[in-house]
C-alpha cells in the first residue's frame, strides 16, 4: 500500500497524540503551510517545510515525502547521543523545551 504525504501525516499526528496546530507551533511551520499541504498535496512542498515536519515528528525526511518509503526510520538524535541542546540558536533551544515540556505532561504515569 503506498502512503502519501498526508496519509503519513496523518498516522504519525495520531501516534503522537498530536493535532495539526501543534505539530505547527512545534515544528515551526505555518498552519497555513500544513493546511495547504493536505489541500493541494506535497507535490510543491518546499524542502525546507518538509524536512521540519520530519525533524518535529522524528522520523527521515525519505520517509515524509517518498511515497515509495512505507517504514519509518526513528531518528531518535538525543538517544543516540547525535544531539547536543546546547548547540540550538535561541530559539530552537525554546521549542525543543517546549517539545520536552509537551512530552512529559502527556505521557507522565498520571496523564496516561
Known amino acids: 500500500m503506498v502512503l502519501t504525504l498526508t496519509d503519513k501525516l496523518d498516522q504519525l499526528l495520531r501516534e503522537r497524540g498530536l493535532n495539526k496546530s ?3 507551533a512545534l515544528s515551526g511551520v505555518p498552519y497555513t503551510t500544513i493546511a495547504s499541504l493536505y489541500e493541494k498535496g506535497a507535490d510543491n512542498a518546499k524542502r525546507s517545510t518538509l ?7 522524528n522520523v527521515s525526511l525519505d520517509y515524509l515525502a517518498d511515497d515509495s518509503v ?8 538525543a538517544s543516540a547521543g547525535h544531539f547536543d541542546p546546547d548547540k540550538l540558536t535561541p530559539e530552537g533551544r525554546e521549542r525543543y523545551e ?9 505521557f507522565t504515569k498520571e496523564n496516561v
Open 22 to 24: 501543534q505539530l505547527s
Open 51 to 57: 524536512l521540519s515536519l520530519a525533524r518535529c515528528l
Open 70 to 77: 512505507n517504514e519509518p526510520q526513528a531518528q531518535i538524535l
Open 98 to 106: 517546549e517539545y520536552i515540556e509537551f512530552l512529559a505532561e502527556k
